[in-house]
């Protein structure tokens, strides 16, 4: 027999159960059992569980038509289990190496009939998270022990100093035993019920449960609940005179479902169903518990705090009838059910508005909360201004006639005049003088080269003409909380041929940004028009953008400069104006920004790994290197003892234009190499981070070991022996430039913005 049951109930997501295996192969504590509940999976799962088998016992199990989801799934488990302890796992979680076995030997040492661990919330597969978090659980784990030293507790687990109690008598001792256990159960409520945000996250997972207390109590799950069966499940559980204790050191890793669109968690699905059967959940949670203990105030606290944080928000905002009327009255039946003394628990505002629910006062409660949403804004309002410019957007700006000649242009959020949208804002100033009124969302000092108007991104007048504009072109997406009123036209030029996946291409999401998935799916779906520079992007943005409006196959309003008869001349005097030494050959370094490297959103870390002091003494009688950092980069370059070798341009404006004056590209994995293969002149990758990069952060759309026009280097001395020979890498590389030019530049003519601008203006 097993000593730990693990439950899993699976319905879809075989790339997330992998990791959930993964984590189980990995348990030191080697004794237990997976019980593997299928619901409603129709896939091929000893496809997936195969390689695991050796390693595991792994049981299948699945439900029946009349009993179907997850408590039903639970419960199969539960009346199938051999295990002494049961302990619950979702397929798209998992759990450290030493999670059950922290939690086992808690539970054996001291008879507990259940031990519960501490949650992890991320996005991030397994391999992601596990490294990034051992180094900070490192960290913590030191402090923890700094703290024990100075006699604090934090975090830390309940470790009771038992050398104290050596003194004591047997009935002494049994009394602080029961005393002991008495706190240990009434911390357990508070932190597994009461002091959860949402009532909908009191959960069963990273509990070990004494399989026996369970049979003895009679427990199951609820199978009528959709959605709030683990709710119910806990509170039963700890209303009886239970054993509990916590385990902090036990993790667990809740995975977040980075894609609400295509693949919801439970708590993202929106269902009609949820509201009546929370009711369902509170009134059952009232019947089953002890009206005077600590359970039934953790229950009517989390009633108090969903009417007050929510439901009146609902009923305030609600036009429809449905929440002031049906609802109203069903939520205030529940509210009679509150006991007097728990309210009198609750925060005032709380109170009085409970009250007034209580007493059937909707307009009151409206009237309350309106009164603290306003209070609390105005707090907010207070501490910063752009709070105050997103409401008069809202209140003021989004009142006022839509403009019918203005073009909003931003690029790169406003840091720099550059890319497509600045290709376009020139065609038009330039052949239709007069004719729009021309709007620059800029923050830097560039001065406009055209008529136009400059505003800083968040400024009042970025607001209003957010607002109001009729056109919009931007190179990246429009801010989450933009409104696009009937009649605005948004024209989405993006800002790169992809080779890094995108959005729905992407299985894992690791960028700093939550639910990202779901915020570029509102987005796109305001582009009325989004550019593709070559017949590949176009095929890979309808898919990871979930694209159906008009794609513009002009090629790229950026690269036009490029193809321009000029353009050598353009040279010339750019060269000049940079302050480029006049006999000196250029190389542009250029790479990317690596995902999981920041400070904090939009603020990348970058350390150059390619080493200027040796590429100086290599090549500096011949070359000086342009450095370019990407544009999310907030490290500033060290390049000091690197004068008249290495020039800074990370903060020019336009990239293009050192295309335009440099002989060589150095690259990563940015999409930089696409445009910069319409001159035809000699590309070089440095992939020092190549695996991590591809495999574990972001995965490719194409196999750039084949299809790249230049050679991987891994190397500084690999980078310096191939500029210095770079006549015959060029040449080794010549046919499969050809290939590449003719794949990602070949729609490329030098009249994008033109044909953009008489599409989308229809001039
Ligand atoms: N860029 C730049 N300097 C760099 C890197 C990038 O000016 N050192 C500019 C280039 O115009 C490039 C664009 O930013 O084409 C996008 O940069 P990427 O490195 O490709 O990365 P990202 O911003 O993640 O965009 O489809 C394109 C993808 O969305 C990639």
């Known amino acids: 027999m ?65 009993h179907t989801g997850v408590p039903a799934a639970r419960n199969v488990g539960l009346e199938n289990a051999e295990g002494e302890f049961v302990y619950f796992l979702d397929a798209d979680d998992y759990i450290f190496e030493d999670a059950i076995a922290v ?76 005393m002991k256990r008495f706190r240990a159960r009434r911390k357990a409520i508070r ?61 667990y890793i809740k995975r977040k479902h980075q894609d609400p669109v295509n693949n919801p968690a439970l708590s993202q699905v929106q269902d009609e169903r949820r509201f009546g059967q929370m009711l369902e959940m509170f009134n059952k949670a009232i019947d089953v518990t002890d009206p005077e203990g ?18 009146v928000k609902k009923l305030k905002r609600s036009e429809n009838d449905f929440w002031r009327e049906e609802r109203f009255d069903a939520m205030r039946e529940l509210a009679l059910r509150i006991s007097k003394a728990n309210l009198r628990r609750e925060k005032f505002w709380r109170r009085r508005m409970v009250k007034a629910l209580r007493n059937g006062q909707q307009d009151k409660c409206v009237k309350l909360i309106t009164r603290r ?33 203005t073009i909003v242009f931003e690029s790169f959020l406003g840091k720099n005049y550059s890319d497509s949208p600045k290709y376009i804002y020139e065609y038009l100033a330039k052949n239709y003088p007069g004719k729009y009124n021309l709007v620059w969302v800029l923050d830097n000092k560039t001065k406009l080269p055209y008529e136009g108007v400059k505003v800083k991104r968040f400024s009042r007048k970025y607001m209003q003409y957010m607002a109001t504009a009729k056109y919009f072109v931007f190179n990246m997406r429009q801010p989450t909380w933009f409104k696009k009123r009937k009649g605005m036209i948004f024209l989405e030029t993006w800002h790169g041929t992809p080779l890094k996946k995108l959005v729905f291409d992407l299985d894992e999401v690791y960028s700093a940004s939550p639910l990202y998935k779901k915020e570029v ?46 353009r050598d001349a353009r040279a010339e005097e750019l060269r000049e104006k940079l302050g480029i030494p006049k006999y000196k050959k250029t190389i542009l370094y250029a790479p990317t920004w690596r995902d ?70 150095i690259t990563d994995y940015s999409s930089v190499f696409f445009d910069y293969a319409n001159l035809k002149r000699p590309m070089l990758f440095y992939t020092y981070d190549l695996e991590k990069y591809r495999d574990v952060l972001r995965g490719f759309y194409i196999d750039i070991e084949e299809e790249l026009p230049g050679p991987l280097l891994y190397t500084t001395a690999e980078v310096i022996d191939a500029v210095k020979n770079i006549d015959a890498v060029s040449e080794k590389y010549a046919s499969k430039y050809e290939v590449f030019y003719d794949r990602y530049c070949g729609w490329e003519d030098g009249h994008a913005a033109e044909n953009v601008a008489k599409k989308v203006f229809g001039l």
């Open 373 to 405: 949403l306003a209070w609390k804004k105005f707090k907010k309002m207070i501490r910063g201004k752009n709070v105050l410019n997103k409401y008069l957007y809202r209140r003021k700006y989004l009142k006022l006639p839509i403009s019918e000649n």
């Open 103 to 178: 939690l086992l030997e808690a539970a054996e040492e001291s008879q507990e009939d259940m031990v519960y661990g501490k949650f992890h919330y991320t996005y991030y597969k397994r391999d992601i998270f596990l490294p990034i978090y051992i180094e900070k659980r490192e960290a913590m784990i030191a402090a923890n022990e700094a703290l024990a030293e100075n006699g604090g507790d934090s975090d830390a687990d309940d470790d009771e100093d038992d050398d104290e109690d050596e003194d004591l008598t047997e009935e002494e001792l049994a009394e602080l035993e029961s």
């Open 521 to 566: 799916y509102k987005q796109s779906r305001e582009w009325d028009y989004l550019i593709a520079a070559n017949e590949f992007s176009s095929r890979v943005f309808k898919s990871c953008f979930m694209f159906d409006n008009p794609m513009l196959e002009y090629g790229y309003p950026r690269n036009d400069l490029l193809h321009s008869p000029d």
């Open 294 to 311: 600590t359970v039934r105030r953790a229950v009517d606290h989390q009633i108090i705090v969903y009417f007050t944080n929510y439901f």
């Open 2 to 66: 097993p000593k730990v049951s693990i439950i899993i109930p699976f319905r879809s997501g075989e790339f997330f159960l992998v990791d959930c295996l993964e984590s189980l192969k990995a348990q030191s504590f080697k004794d237990y059992e997976v019980l593997l509940v299928l619901d409603g999976y129709f896939g091929d799962i000893n496809h997936v569980i195969e390689p695991y088998k050796a390693d595991m016992t792994i049981r299948l199990f699945s439900t029946n038509e009349e």
């Open 596 to 665: 999981d490297e920041y400070y904090g959103k939009g603020q990348y870390k970058f350390e150059l790994k390619l080493n200027l002091s040796e590429m100086k003494k290599a090549l500096s009688d011949e070359y000086v290197i342009l450095l370019r950092t990407h544009y999310f980069i907030a490290d500033a370059l060290d390049l000091k003892g690197m004068e008249g070798f290495a020039l800074n341009f990370s903060k020019y404006d336009d990239i293009t234009d050192l295309y335009l004056v440099s002989d060589i590209i």
């Open 191 to 251: 932190r597994l019920i009461t002091r959860k945000k949402r009532f909908r996250n009191v959960s069963v997972l990273n509990k070990l449960f004494r399989k026996s207390k369970l049979d003895e109590l009679g427990l199951k799950f609820d199978e009528t609940q959709t959605f709030y069966s683990d709710f119910l499940f806990v509170t039963m559980f700890l209303d009886h005179e239970v054993n509990v204790r916590k385990r902090f050191h036990a993790h």
